[in-house]
């Protein structure tokens, strides 16, 4: 089986638009779920259900489940590669 991926050259305006279209499908697809069925999330450090008719519940506490990020890296940056002059 052979995979096809095309290259889409985009510019700075849509790649500024990727996380906000992302966060509006995922916030559709959410509220999709939830119309047709119970729906399972956390909030605020808790895990939440949420019932067909819009009542939530919480089922468990996650509070310790949580770890600090703050030996992670803040910024990934990409290596600049160089380009031979001829």
Do not use: W
Not at 40 to 66: F, I, P
């Amino acid at each position: 089986m052979t995979a096809y991926t095309s290259v889409i050259k985009a510019g700075k305006y849509e790649d500024d638009m990727i996380p906000k279209l992302a966060i509006h499908a995922f916030r559709h697809a959410f509220e999709r779920a939830c119309a047709s069925s119970e729906v399972l999330y956390v909030k605020n450090q808790k895990l939440m259900r949420r019932m067909q008719n819009g009542q939530e519940t919480a089922v468990k506490d996650l509070s310790q489940a949580y770890v600090a990020a703050g030996h992670l890296p803040k910024v990934m940056k990409r290596k600049k590669k160089l380009e031979e002059t001829v």
